[in-house]
């Protein structure tokens, strides 16, 4: 069983950066892939990236290749994202969630989530 925890969000201008943590619960954290989605109101969950349990596998939506960075401390049993070079079209709930082995950018491969913190940029 794992329990997650995001903090980090924030009302950010355009062009300006947050960082996103999410910390876990649990003795095993090092043996999950971590990704985050994100939801705009009244749109589907999106995926954002994915990290692999050694953290040596990264993936990103196409959307935010080249802004966005995961990583991931296993001794502090945290998941991270760095969000630079922020657009309104980012804006959404950002949510932490964990998987088994195996990457997946798809939300139900995911058996874990957290309860999101809202991120908001403006223009």
């Known amino acids: 069983q794992v329990q997650l925890v995001e903090s980090g969000g924030g009302l950010v201008q355009a062009g300006g950066s947050l960082r996103l943590s999410c910390e876990a619960s649990?003795?095993?954290?090092?043996?999950?892939?971590m990704a985050w989605f994100r939801q705009v109101l009244g749109k589907e969950r999106e995926f954002v990236a994915a990290?692999?349990?050694?953290?040596?596998?990264?993936y990103y939506a196409d959307s935010v290749k080249g802004r966005f960075t995961i990583s991931r401390d296993n001794a502090k049993n945290t998941v991270y994202l760095q969000m630079n070079s922020l657009k309104p079209e980012d804006t959404g709930v950002y949510y932490c969630?964990?998987?088994?082995?195996?990457?997946?950018?798809?939300?139900?491969?995911?058996?874990?989530w957290g309860q999101g913190t809202q991120v908001t940029v403006s223009s």
């Open positions: 969630a964990a998987k088994g082995s195996g990457t997946s950018y798809l939300e139900t491969a995911y058996n874990y």
């Open positions: 649990g003795r095993t954290f090092s043996y999950y892939t």
């Open positions: 990290i692999s349990w050694s953290g040596g596998d990264k």
